[in-house]
């Protein structure tokens, strides 16, 4: 479906009638496993020698459509769908990664993040060394031999941040690893970074894909472009044990990433995700553009509205042509600058605690991009098992509150924050 614009491959992209039954809408295959034709079937099935389905943990028909659908937003090859935004991560480096490798990560990203490539992945021997997302630059000074990809997110969580994925991705390619962009707060409405060099998209589908806040979900989108070959991947380019010496990237091309992150990942870490979440985040992804356009509209009109306020010391937000990121904005996502942003009362930690307490129509939630407006506390929530310096670094200091602008009336988010303001 190449063909059609964002918005028709946002309802239609994957989707076919049901050819049973005729259903417009996907159906929810809620099955754990399906019939082989017959014995032949079956082991072509487990060979890799053709494609379908055997196992919901590994593939499931309302699940590939969500697949597809994704990475024809993104404009990639093939998509991964798999339980959380944590768990895209976790099998995007199990596919990469050998013990002792390295990745070079920004350092501001969200806190769960922070921790699990600080804390869980040194369980595997995989170690993160840290650069700055406002220096480029940074990311180069950090790249050994040992290096595996550089990580950073396309609008950083929680600062709103917009990264500079071009220059990453020449700095990526210049040392012969891939670039991987976590693109759950832009949505591919706002960045395509496949588009800018990026050869790897994650998103947690649990926000702004699904954007309804009923159903967790991640997705891994393939740009099919990266050279593989290099010997630095031995998973992709070595001859596999578990297919018979199988070598996935001289087998698969330019889908080998995403079919040997499904077929080794997934298959044997299980983060497998339930086709009912599927239809969810599927259902989410048909009103993504207008919801978008109405996150990133209301998200300006309160930004503009908090700098104005006495008792606000700082806005954090990109769409502010004050804002350091606001020229990056200006080239990246021109639409709009996203619903999550940063701000900080003349108050600090106390301020921000209160703030939060007193809200009526925000939701005091751990989450963002839902289509209600949401409010947290970071530095007592989401990064609070982070060192006061390293929340600092990731932009959830002591006296930050991070918003997730909703879809209802401007008026009424701003009313809200008046009164918890008083």
């Given at each position: 479906m190449a063909d059609y614009g964002f918005n028709t491959l946002a309802v239609h992209a994957g989707a076919q009638p049901d050819p049973a039954t005729g259903a417009r809408a996907t159906p929810i295959y809620q099955t754990t496993a399906f019939v082989f034709e017959d014995a032949d079937h079956a082991a072509a099935l487990f060979n890799l020698q053709v494609f379908g389905n055997v196992y919901t943990r590994l593939m499931n028909p309302t699940t590939a459509v969500l697949e597809e659908r994704v990475a024809a937003l993104e404009n990639g090859r093939a998509g991964l769908a798999c339980a959380s935004g944590h768990s895209a991560q976790l099998l995007t480096f199990h596919t990469l990664m050998s013990p002792g490798d390295e990745f070079v990560a920004a350092r501001q990203l969200y806190g769960g993040s922070v921790n699990q490539f600080n804390q869980s992945f040194a369980k595997f021997d995989w170690r993160v060394k840290w650069a700055d997302t406002t220096n480029p630059d940074s990311f180069k000074a950090q790249i050994t031999d040992k290096t595996k990809a550089i990580y950073a997110e396309s609008i950083a969580n929680p600062g709103g941040l917009i990264t500079d994925i071009e220059a990453l991705a020449k700095i990526a390619h210049d040392a012969g690893v891939p670039l991987i962009i976590d693109n759950t707060l832009a949505s591919p409405y706002l960045i395509r970074p496949i588009e800018w060099g990026a050869d790897i998209v994650l998103h947690s589908a649990t926000k702004f894909l699904g954007g309804h806040g009923n159903s967790m979900a991640g997705?891994?989108?393939?740009?099919?472009?990266?050279?593989?070959?290099?010997?630095?991947?031995?998973?992709?380019?070595?001859?596999?044990?578990?297919?018979?010496g199988m070598r996935m990237w001289e087998t698969f091309g330019d889908m080998a990433f995403a079919i040997t992150t499904r077929v080794f990942a997934l298959r044997d870490l299980g983060p497998a995700l339930s086709p009912m979440n599927a239809f969810l985040v599927l259902t989410g992804t048909e009103t993504l553009p207008l919801r978008m356009q109405r996150h990133c509209d209301n998200a300006l009109t309160v930004a503009k509205w908090l700098k104005a306020n006495p008792k606000v010391e700082w806005v954090n937000y990109a769409g502010l042509p004050d804002n350091p990121s606001y020229k990056l904005h200006q080239k990246y996502c021109p639409?709009?600058?996203?619903?999550?942003?940063?701000?900080?009362?003349?108050?600090?930690?106390?301020a921000g605690i209160r703030l939060v307490n007193s809200v009526k129509l925000f939701s005091h939630v751990a989450n963002i991009g839902d289509t209600r407006s949401l409010i947290i506390h970071p530095a007592s929530t989401t990064h609070r098992q982070l060192a006061d310096e390293d929340r600092a670094k990731a932009g959830a200091g002591n006296d930050v509150v991070r918003l997730s602008i909703g879809i209802e009336d401007s008026a009424d988010i701003i009313a809200d924050l008046e009164q918890a303001l008083a």
């Open positions: 997705v891994i989108v393939d740009g099919g472009k990266f050279d593989w070959g290099s010997g630095k991947f031995p998973t992709l380019s070595e001859p596999s044990p578990s297919y018979h639409k709009g600058a996203g619903s999550v942003f940063t701000f900080g009362l003349k108050g600090g930690y106390e």
